[in-house]
């Protein structure tokens, strides 16, 4: 269950985040990438407290670490600047 609630979470976000925000959103690279992550982790936040029924803090605390551990692996994957 824990799998099929981050996945759908990810399934979500992801397509938003890298084919509508990055694009869309005002500012330089950077500030684009960093407020549309602040969006997915709202986003997946809500997914995982209703998926799992976690409380709110709980599910965004989690959201953000997976979030950030993703788009880490994903700098250090192709050596992108941070």
Known sequence: RV?????????????????VLVRRLPGGFLARVLIGELIVVAI???????????????ALALSATLNAASYLVGVAWFNAPA
């Open 3 to 19: 799998a099929m609630v981050v996945t759908a979470g990810s399934a979500l976000s992801h397509p938003l985040l890298c084919f």
């Open 44 to 58: 997946e936040g809500v997914v995982l407290a209703v998926g799992l029924r976690l409380p709110p803090g709980r």
